[in-house]
């Protein structure tokens, strides 16, 4: 068992996480006041801020980080309503959950029997049959511009490439935010600040934001329950439209 703490990102409130290794098979299971919430769609409470689910809030940077190093199965008891921020990224995580030794072995997959393709207009994204998982993600930003990165599971490292990556926020829409009573423990300790003017403290890669994109989508897929195989293809998703494929995607699986 390994112990996580920190502050969550919108309370700003101390929380603290038990990470152990759970059974193979029975998925990643959130202990909180007693009650158990599997990581499943069938759980999703909100897509606004994050990836949140009935009784605990921003699942989607843990999510990654465990789908990303192959742990399919974790219990993970929080005191606190939302995880906590670490630095914003995957790979603390990423790192705890490592020593929790729970790397899953020989797990079920989900594959797709036909392409899935959503599309709202601004975004789009979509899911194809394919022997492996790989995403290959566009987004465009004001002040960064277009980005586009490939992630491929089965040559490339997810710690390496994908889990350092931020989350990211305007500057301007942060401080607007925090008079909401929201993001209010967001810092440049724990997140890759933008302006009309491009990054205003360092990246971590030049690309930083597409990679985080790649990072909650592997996240929000996670919803799913087991790993997927399938090659997906986004331009400008979010969460919303990340977690509406996962219905999609099981919707398909059970009509065999
Ligand atoms: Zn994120």
Redesign the pocket.
């Known amino acids: 068992m390994i112990e996580v703490a920190g502050i969550g990102l919108h309370s700003g409130k101390p929380v603290k996480v038990k990470i152990s290794a759970a059974p193979a098979g029975s998925g990643i299971v959130f202990i909180r006041a007693g009650e158990r919430i599997p990581a499943t769609i069938a759980q999703l409470k909100d897509t606004r801020r ?1 990836t949140s689910l009935k009784g605990i809030a921003v699942v ?2 843990f999510l990654s980080a465990a789908y990303g190093i192959g742990a399919y199965d974790l219990e993970v008891e929080v005191v606190g309503d939302e995880l906590p921020a670490l630095d914003g990224s995957a790979l603390p995580w990423a790192e705890a959950i490592e020593k929790a030794e729970s790397r899953t072995q020989n797990t079920e997959h989900r594959t797709l029997k036909r392409p899935i393709k959503l599309n709202d207009g601004k975004a789009s994204l979509e899911a194809l049959p394919h022997d492996g998982f790989r995403v290959e993600f566009m987004v465009n930003f004001k002040g960064i511009g277009e980005q586009f990165f490939v992630f491929d599971a089965e040559k490339q490292s997810y710690i390496k490439e994908i889990a350092p990556a931020r ?1 990211f926020g305007y500057l301007e829409e942060t401080e607007e935010l925090k008079r909401q009573g929201l993001a209010l423990g967001a810092s440049t300790e724990n997140a890759l600040a933008l302006s009309v003017n491009g990054y205003v403290n360092q990246p971590r890669f030049a690309n930083e934001p597409v990679r ?1 994109k790649i ?2 989508l592997i ?1 929000d897929l996670a919803l799913l329950g087991r790993p997927l195989r399938a090659a997906i293809r986004a331009v400008c998703s979010g969460h919303k439209m990340n977690t509406d494929l996962v219905r999609l995607l099981l919707k398909d699986s059970a009509d065999k």
């Open positions: 994050g989607e940077h989350t985080h990072l909650d996240g």
